[in-house]
T-cell receptor, first 116, second 114 residues
Framework: AQTVTQSQPEMSVQEAETVTLSCTYDTSENNYYLFWYKQPPSRQMILVIRQEAYKQQNATENRFSVNFQKAAKSFSLKISDSQLGDTAMYFCAFMNPYGNNRKLIWGLGTSLAVNP | DAGVIQSPRHEVTEMGQEVTLRCKPISGHDYLFWYRQTMMRGLELLIYFNNNVPIDDSGMPEDRFSAKMPNASFSTLKIQPSEPRDSAVYFC????????????FGPGTRLTVL
């Protein structure tokens, strides 16, 4: 069964610094999709960044980037120049594109606090 | 577009009562998902629909839970009878397609069963 593990339940970072959140997953597939979602205190889940495993280049969205290590089955999220608004729960998710089951498998999340 | 709309935002009920949660997905989205979020179990997919048809309901905890999607713009999640362990935040999400398509989440319904 595919699983997603986020080994850091809580993290903190000073404003303007860089922080990396870890995510590992388990699958026997060669192609799949990976996502990072953010859930601020408002509770609204928001997509941060996404990556197709078939593409080797790491995805980047402004201050957010990923370090995708396919062989290690690792998909870490780097937040540069952290801002107070980045304080949130961050969830890593995996999707197997094959077969009829097209659901996201979610990690348990990492709570990130950005301190002034 | 107003995004995914859920109602109510908060629901407090007593054990044994019927609870109905409602969702209006983003217009044009073919997929609709119902999730439950708790501290202990994180985010769990309960059921999802494609073009109003339930595709995978393996996450529905038991027969007390049921979900319907009578048309492309409306879905309900019903719990009957409700129990205290059903207390959680329930999210509805929709997406245009699948794969890399983003799932857009509603604001969630916080359910408390006393």
């Amino acid at each position: 069964a595919q699983t997603v593990t986020q080994s850091q339940p809580e993290m903190s970072v000073q404003e303007a610094e860089t922080v990396t959140l870890s995510c590992t997953y388990d699958t026997s597939e060669n192609n799949y999709y990976l996502f990072w979602y953010k859930q601020p205190p408002s509770r609204q889940m928001i997509l941060v960044i996404r990556q197709e495993a078939y593409k080797q280049q790491n995805a980047t969205e402004n201050r957010f980037s990923v370090n995708f290590q396919k062989a290690a089955k690792s998909f870490s999220l780097k937040i540069s120049d952290s801002q107070l608004g980045d304080t949130a729960m961050y969830f890593c998710a995996f999707m197997n594109p094959y077969g009829n089951n097209r659901k996201l498998i979610w990690g348990l999340g990492t709570s990130l606090a950005v301190n002034p | 577009d107003a995004g995914v709309i859920q109602s109510p935002r908060h629901e407090v009920t007593e054990m044994g009562q019927e609870v109905t949660l409602r969702c209006k997905p983003i217009s044009g989205h073919d997929y609709l998902f119902w999730y439950r979020q708790t501290m202990m179990r994180g985010l769990e997919l309960l059921i999802y629909f494609n073009n109003n048809v339930p595709i995978d309901d393996s996450g529905m905890p038991e027969d007390r839970f049921s979900a319907k999607m009578p048309n492309a713009s409306f879905s309900t999640l019903k719990i009957q009878p409700s129990e205290p362990r059903d207390s959680a935040v329930y999210f509805c999400a929709s997406s245009l397609g699948w794969g890399l398509d983003e799932q857009f989440f509603g604001p969630g319904t916080r359910l408390t069963v006393l």
